[in-house]
C-alpha cells in the first residue's frame, strides 16, 4: 500500500516542485523559513477538525485519494464568526495508513501577519518531505500555485472559507451505487452460529453466516470509524 502511495505523491510532488521552483526564481515573497517544523510542534494535541477516508470531489485522483489513508485534519484555532482565521492559526493535513500510522508528506497552512501573501489572505502554504523531518516546499500563492489553485474552490460559498474547506465533511451516498460491489471489499469478520449480543431475535441461526465488509478496512480512530467508511 505504501508503494502505491508513493508513486502518486512523487507525481504531486514533481508537479509542485517545478511550479514552486520556478516561481522562487522569480522573486516571489519568502515567508520566515526554517521554523514550520517547530511551529506545527505537538499539533496532534490540537483541535482535530476531521478524519475522512475516501473520493472528494475536489481532489483530483492523483493525490494518492483513493489508496485508503484516512486523512486527518488538526487546527491550532478555529475561524472568527465571517469564517476568517486570525492570525498565527496553523492547519495540519496528515495521512494515516490502516494501523493508524502517519504515512507521507503532511501539508500545512499557516496564517502569517503583516503583509504575507495578500492575494491568499495571508496563508503560507508549506509541505514536508515523505518522512516529515524537513520542510520540502513552502510560500505563497504564487510559489505554491499547486495548492492555491486547489485550494481557491474552498472559497466559493458552501465550500468552506478562508481557502479552508469545510469541515467536518459529509458523506451522502445518493444510490445503491455505493453498496453494490460490496462483496469486493474487505472481508473482516465471518461468524457462525450464536453470538453473545445477538439475543434469538435477530435471525441468528447454527446454519446462517453472518459476513462483514468494510469498504476500507480501517480501524476505529480516535475513537470513532472516519467519514467516509461503509459496513456491509
Ligand atoms: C487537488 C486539490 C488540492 C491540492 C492540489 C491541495 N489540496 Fe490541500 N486539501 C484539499 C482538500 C479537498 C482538502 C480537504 C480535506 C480532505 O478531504 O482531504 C484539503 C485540505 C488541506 C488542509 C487542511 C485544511 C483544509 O483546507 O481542509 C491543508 C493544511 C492543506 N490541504 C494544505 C495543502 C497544501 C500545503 C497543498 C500544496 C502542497 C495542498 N493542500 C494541495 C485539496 C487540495
Redo the contacts with the bound molecule.
Sequence with gaps: MKRFFGAFFVIGLIV?GSVAFQACDSSSSTAPTGSILDEITGYQGWTML?A?VGP?P???AA?GVNNGFV?V?YASQGPDANGTYPEGTI???ELRDADGNVVGPL???LKRGSDFNPAGNGWE???TNDTRDSIE?HGDNQA?A??AN??TQ?NAAGN?SD???K?P?EYTVDDMAAFLDFANWEKVAENFGPDPFLGQAHGVKDSLHRIVWMNYRLKAFDGKYPTGMIIV
Excluded: N, P, Q
Design positions: 509542485a476531521d475522512v472528494d475536489f481532489l483530483a493525490h486523512r485534519v492547519i495540519v493535513k501539508t500545512i497552512m502554504w508549506a509541505m516546499l505554491m499547486l495548492c486547489c485550494h474552498a468552506g481557502w479552508v474547506f469541515h465533511k
